[in-house]
């Protein structure tokens, strides 16, 4: 089945600092992938949506200064925590489709905090 | 926004009992899905129903869809400690991005 690997699965990172999370389709082309932020004990609220070759679609609310999302490949799309602060701890979890209408496959998520 | 409002939040079990969780949405569906996640983990996809479908088994797994209540339900028959986890439905509206409801915490003891 279809396969979507996220890397780092933790990271620690100093306050103001930039930290990069990757997520890649190894079996399959994803010409969309979308990033989610959850956190504790809360359901996953979807940050943006990220288009292969094109700019992501960020949700409302979302800085997409802080949180740069890019695409360059039809397997690869890549989301950077800009100078993050300790609010910007979460778990960030991407997520694509192989096939419309199909269920959606998750990387296993990056816990990502800021000290 | 979330999509959907889950029911319970929390369950407790016995091994052996079934559990059944309850996701209510908003607006209209391409389809209803399941995940599953375990604490700290990625989402697993359980199962699709899609908006034309009313009901659909997998294994142990069991879904209903109501579109005129705009309402679902997941049963799971025979519950485990595995299957100790988070439960989320999402959906799919008119696009292709996945929303999802506020999750159900099952608890499954020995």
Known sequence: ?115 | SQQGEEDPQALSIQEGENATMNCSYKTSINNLQWYRQNSGRGLVHLILIRSNEREKHSGRLRVTLDTSKKSSSLLITASRAADTASYFCASTGGGNKLTFGTGTQLKVEL
């Open chain 1, 1 to 115: 089945g279809a396969v979507v690997s996220q890397h780092p699965s933790w990271v620690i990172c100093k306050s103001g600092t930039s930290v990069k999370i990757e997520c890649r389709s190894l079996d399959f082309q994803a010409t969309t992938m979308f990033w989610y932020r959850q956190f504790p004990k809360q359901s996953l609220m979807l940050m943006a949506t990220s288009n292969e070759g094109s700019k992501a679609t960020y949700e409302q609310g979302v800085e997409k200064d802080k949180f740069l999302i890019n695409h360059a490949s039809l397997t690869l799309s890549t989301l950077t925590v800009t100078s993050a602060h300790p609010e910007d701890s979460s778990f960030y979890i991407c997520s694509a489709s192989e096939e419309r209408d199909y269920g959606y496959t998750f990387g296993s998520g990056t816990r990502l905090t800021v000290v």
